[in-house]
Structure formats: structure tokens, C-alpha cells
């Protein structure tokens, strides 16, 4: 079983007030920027996986919602994972892995 490593929270919706004007400018072009990323860049986690042989698996995700979708960004061998069609909801994410593999999966 996995485990949630790191997530990505939405910026605060209003710039940061300061006596330095570049603080308060750098503010608002990060909130311009955070709100044109797509949902699954800027509400996801990146949870780390590892199997020793093909077989299905539950990840813990911590996204605290049933996930919209999963992308995996890294894996050690060319295993496949697909999803199986039970076990996600808003603790985890089953999958199934073709070979023994470990690697990380974004899931939003």
C-alpha cells in the first residue's frame, strides 16, 4: 500500500499586501498563473507505488474526494497499470499492475 508524498494546494485568491511593491506584483501574477492551470496540475497528489508481481493494488491517496483521474509520471520497469473497476473512492485508488514495478502516480 501507497501513500499520498505530496500535494498541491490552490493559491490564496488575493495578492499579499506589502510595503515593497515587487512582493505584491509577484503575488498576483503567481495567482494569474495558479488559475490557469488545468484542475488535474493544481489539485492532485503524487503517491509512490510498489509491487512485487502483477496483481492488483490499493493506494492510499489522501486527496480527501473520490479522484477524477490518475496519470503515471514515473515506474522502473514497463509494466502497465490500469484501473480496476472497484476499490476507488475517496481514500483510495485500485489499480492493477501488469509486473512487479514501483514508481509514482499523480492522481486528481
Known amino acids: 500500500m501507497a501513500t499520498a508524498r505530496r500535494q498541491v494546494r490552490r493559491a490564496a485568491s488575493t495578492p499579499?499586501?506589502?510595503d515593497v511593491p515587487e512582493i505584491e506584483e509577484l503575488s498576483r501574477r503567481i495567482i494569474a498563473l495558479e488559475k490557469g492551470l488545468p484542475d488535474?496540475?493544481?489539485q492532485g497528489v503524487e503517491v509512490e507505488f510498489s509491487v512485487t508481481g502483477a496483481g492488483s493494488m490499493t493506494l492510499t491517496h489522501g486527496l480527501?474526494?473520490?479522484p477524477l483521474g490518475w496519470i503515471v509520471t514515473d515506474?522502473?520497469?514497463a509494466a502497465s497499470v490500469f484501473r480496476?473497476?472497484?476499490g476507488t473512492d475517496a481514500k483510495?485508488?485500485?489499480l492493477y499492475c501488469s509486473a512487479a514495478c514501483s514508481g509514482r502516480?499523480?492522481?486528481y
Open 16 to 18: 499579499i499586501h506589502s
Open 40 to 42: 488535474f496540475a493544481a
Open 64 to 66: 480527501g474526494r473520490t
Open 75 to 77: 515506474r522502473t520497469t
Open 84 to 86: 480496476l473497476s472497484s
Open 92 to 94: 483510495h485508488l485500485g
Open 105 to 107: 502516480i499523480w492522481v
